[in-house]
DNA sequence: TTGGAAAGTCAACAAGGCTGCCCTATCGTC
DNA sequence: GACGATAGGGCAGCCTTGTTGACTTTCCAA
């Protein structure tokens, strides 16, 4: 349907604009890739997660964790957007079975610094491993140009706070105040 | 951060092309993104859910409903990928609640063919005028091209199926076996 | 030394996935 | 007309992961 959009019968608006991927209709397929796409890309790691007992939560804290090593636990509440109480299970789990190590922080002792074991970061870089092999070949089938649309709407999405973060994390990852 | 996937040291392949939107670091950050994109794109209907007392599953239900009238349990099953019980609990309250419409099929007396009321196609209009507002800001901010490579990332990351199913869809909204 | 922040714990609850099992109504076919 | 397959509904019980609320312990800093 190289004409979607026309259904309500509006002609392209004066002024040279080619406002046809503003229509509702255009926007309801975003909609609809968005979350058709998003379950896809959860589906591979769960497959991991779910032969072993974990969860999604499970993941996103070692994605985060293994990411930025030595983080606090309240750095990691900010970033998930999550209670404490719903983190907490989730970690205790992590640490008891020796994947993530928490130890108390030095500048302020009152902090936990978590970090991966060598068994998490196995883990971690199973799980990510099979995310990123689809999200590669989806970048790849579609090419470096489609790949800066794709971020940029993204982002255009994101919370303006979230957005900050998340952008922020583009140019050091590693450089929090976390000594 | 223009020079990301530097990190690795390796130069720009030989033939010219530029691959450097494949590097790790690169598919790191769209699997962010898409994270948290997300948890954005969900958060405005979420909102208004929350007062009502329903939830995700029920503003899907009613997003496919009001999508294809007239679909059938069933088909609504293949579209949300989740089992008859799970459905079943969501589709129950959404009929006794009067927005949607359960009537038995004409052609084949065991199908139930599903439509929103007036009352649910109001609702449905209210959770997704919500989550549209927030994407057709996106797509305004980025704009008609990067909006088309963000389509084509999204389709090329979903199932074989799923994406079948998605495409098919573009050209035929309501022409589904269901007279 | 004392207030407050950070971290952790326990309890209870809800949404929404899942499996398993059973039931009815209906359709198509032998 | 009987029988198997299909569409749908219902019940029980499980899990993960989110939530509130209340409480304690630890520890930094004024």
Redesign the interface.
């Known amino acids: ?1 190289q004409h ?1 959009g026309l259904r309500d019968g509006l002609p392209a608006p004066a002024g040279g604009e ?1 406002l046809l ?2 229509t ?1 209709e ?16 959860t ?1 591979d790691p769960d497959l991991i997660l779910d032969e072993i007992g974990y969860g999604r939560a499970h993941h ?1 804290a070692l ?1 985060f964790i293994n ?1 930025d090593p030595g983080l606090t636990v309240t750095s990691l509440l900010e970033v998930l ?1 999550v209670t404490k109480q719903s983190l907490n299970r989730v970690l205790r789990a992590l640490i008891e079975d020796g994947l993530v190590d928490s130890r108390v922080g030095r500048r302020d002792r009152r902090e936990r610094q978590l970090r991966l074991t060598d068994k998490g970061a196995a883990l971690e870089r199973r799980l ?1 491993e099979a ?2 092999a ?26 303006r706070d ?2 900050a973060q ?1 952008q922020s ?3 050091a990852p590693t450089a929090g105040a976390r000594g």
């Open positions: 349907m979607a080619n991927f503003l509702d255009q926007i309801r397929r975003g909609i609809e890739a968005m979350y058709f796409a998003y379950r896809a890309f589906s996103r994605h990411r957007g990510s995310q990123r689809r999200m590669k070949a989806a970048y790849r089938n579609a090419g470096p140009q489609a790949v800066a649309g794709f971020r940029q709407v993204l982002e255009a999405m994101m919370d979230t957005r998340f994390l583009l140019d």
